[in-house]
């Protein structure tokens, strides 16, 4: 361009050009700044209930942690009998029976239906119950005793079920199972009505099963495969009989 009026009006208009861009630029980046701050905003209360929930979990991790068995068999019977005598429920004594006798985790137990205990078309109950652990995928074979039988009885003779019912349903909805913490408040309410004992819950029926199977004699290697624990020591720990060990000493100790 020979003519430098001309090439000043273009270097002129470049720069205005220049400086369009880069208000548009700075206005753009302002704008994705908000948009990026108010979806953060957005997020804030979810990241909150997260924080809330994992603080939840440890508690409840703690709590199962320090879930004791019922360690005397008078208490055991108590909690049997406060739903036969006290606080008369079928449902609820089958339930804390069937806890105490077969050590399946309380996930296992209320995921159960009749056609898993119960022939119905030879009227008699399954010699033995097959469970596939839920939070292990192990397979359970477990004998179905007496006291088992007797309860499941009582309760199916009160409730006359379809087989394709839940055992331990809502009242209103025999399809829906009761939820972890309708059992727990359960297993809570006969626990706190009988015994002193502080940590109870429906994983101190598993422990209990355990811990009096190891008082009568035992095996401990037939302990660790129904609790799939690789030494015995986890087990000790898990039933309470490693605290039982510390408590003797230091009762027994002396100078």
């Known amino acids: 361009i020979r003519d430098r009026s001309v090439s000043r009006g273009l270097g002129d208009v470049y720069k205005r050009q220049c400086i369009n861009c880069c208000i548009f630029l700075d206005s753009f980046i302002s704008f994705l700044y908000h948009c990026i701050l108010q979806a953060v905003l957005a997020v804030l209360p979810p990241i909150s209930s997260l924080k809330i929930f994992f603080k939840l ?18 208490d055991v019977r108590n909690i ?20 105490l006798h077969t050590a399946l985790r309380i ?28 939070k292990t995928g ?18 199916r003779t009160l409730k006359k079920p379809e087989k394709e019912d839940y055992i331990f ?34 994983h101190s029926l598993r422990k209990t099963f355990g811990y009096h199977a190891w008082k009568n004699g035992t095996s401990p290697v037939l302990l660790m495969d129904i ?29």
């Open 57 to 74: 979990y440890r508690e409840r991790n703690i709590t199962m942690s320090t879930t004791q068995p019922i360690r005397d068999s008078q």
């Open 107 to 134: 996930s296992d137990i209320l995921n159960l239906r009749w056609q898993d205990v119960y022939q119905f078309d030879r009227n008699m109950y399954v010699p033995h119950l097959l469970v596939y652990e839920k």
């Open 80 to 99: 049997i009998e406060y739903y036969d005598v006290q606080k008369p429920n079928a449902r609820n004594k089958a339930l804390i029976i069937l806890g």
């Open 169 to 202: 349903c809502k009242t209103t909805d025999s399809t829906r199972p009761l939820c972890r913490a309708q059992a727990y408040r359960i297993v809570k309410r006969a626990a706190t009505d009988t015994v002193n004992e502080t940590h109870i819950s429906c």
């Open 138 to 155: 192990k397979a359970s074979m477990i004998a179905l005793n007496s006291h088992i039988i007797s309860a499941l009885g009582n309760y």
């Open 227 to 255: 609790y799939n624990h690789s030494s015995f020591v986890i087990t000790k720990r898990y039933l309470g009989i490693e605290q039982d060990d510390r408590d003797s000493l230091f009762k027994k100790m002396d100078y």
